[in-house]
């Protein structure tokens, strides 16, 4: 009897017992994770075929119409040689800064306001006599240049790199601003740049007023020669831009007379800006000083008036782009607006 029960009671243990390790089975099964590769790329199984990497998309490429015709460009250009010293005031305030560079028409080698940005660039020439020696170790993917002064070394610079060439240097500056800007693929930041110029005249004309009314006379002191500057300069340009008047005798549309002291008189004006462009033997600085002493000089309406004002022959003149824009709007704020 007591073998019998037992019998009885050890059947459905073994059910029981069958039943709990399908059950843990099936919960072993469900606990289960998929292996997962480690920061090292481990799968901890097989290795697993490398899927190939995607193969690099060709750099864009665009066509700039210029001077010379049309270049191809690809990429974004990122070792400049400029050979303008224009190109060189474009490229800083775009934000590059070139491999190279030609030397400003004064300082040592670059203008006072642009030689800090300038420091470690390489100096390729002048804009009369780029070397082309040095610029072809500096390896360029992009030269910038002009055509009226660099038209006959057009073909050795394009060997070298591709070559984008303004027609000529324009009083309107922003002519070649904008080549420049496109050549570098920065069209939008280039365009930016000039609308911000633009808010600044206004504001300045609003702040003017009757002011603007004044008729503004501009003098140049060089190596032997005085000039009257006319509309076709970066300054007479400039005035016609902000608004002012020019006197009558200056109210033409080209670049500057040379005049002897007899016309004097021509210097005349509401106000008068004068700016000296000098040599290493400050030449200029003497003929600066004959003038202003000269009693004809002393006799002009402007001058007695205390209406006559030095400014930097850099800014005024010679750079040519959008930071000297800038700071000559400053001097005018300084000087007309008296801020």
């Not at 004068?274 to 200029?284: G, L, R, S, V």
Request: net charge positive; glycine share 6%; aromatic share 8%.
């Amino acid at each position: 009897m007591f073998f019998t029960n037992l019998q009885r009671f050890k059947k459905p243990s073994t059910l029981l017992v069958a039943s709990l390790l399908s059950a843990a089975l099936v919960l072993s099964g469900c606990g289960q994770t998929t292996p997962t590769a480690s920061k090292e790329g481990s799968t901890g199984g097989a290795a697993q075929p490398a899927t190939p990497a995607p193969a690099p998309k060709p750099a864009e490429s665009y066509t700039v119409k210029h001077a010379m015709g049309e270049t191809k460009i690809t990429g974004n250009p990122t070792r400049i040689v400029v050979l303008t010293n224009e190109g060189t005031e474009v490229l800083l305030s775009l934000g590059i800064k070139p491999v190279g560079a030609v030397k400003s028409w004064s300082g040592t080698p670059f203008y006072d306001h642009i030689k800090k940005d300038l420091e470690g660039v390489t100096v390729v020439g002048d804009e009369n006599q780029p070397n082309l020696e040095v610029i072809a170790t500096l390896k360029p993917d992009l030269i910038i240049g002009n055509k009226l002064r660099q038209e006959k070394v057009y073909a050795q610079l394009s060997a070298i790199a591709p070559t984008i060439f303004s027609e000529k240097i324009n009083a309107d500056w922003q002519k070649n601003f904008k080549l420049y800007a496109e050549a570098l693929n920065k069209k939008d930041q280039g365009d930016q740049l000039l609308s911000k110029l633009d808010q600044r005249i206004a504001d300045f004309k609003t702040k003017a007023g009757d002011s603007l009314k004044m008729k503004v006379s501009l003098v140049r002191f060089i190596p032997g020669k005085t000039r009257i500057y006319f509309n076709d300069t970066f300054a007479g340009f400039m005035m016609q831009k902000i608004g002012f008047q020019r006197p009558a005798v200056q109210n033409q549309d080209k670049f500057a007379d040379d005049i002897n002291k007899e016309r004097i008189p021509d210097m005349e004006g509401d106000i008068l800006f004068y700016y000296t462009w000098d040599n290493d033997k400050k030449e200029a600085s003497s003929v600066e000083q004959e003038w202003t002493n000269d009693p004809l000089w002393k006799n002009l309406d402007v001058v007695k008036k205390g209406n006559v004002f030095k400014v930097n022959d850099d800014i005024w003149n010679s750079s040519g782009s959008i930071i000297s824009a800038n700071a000559l709007l400053s001097d005018l704020e300084k000087f007309v607006l008296k801020k």
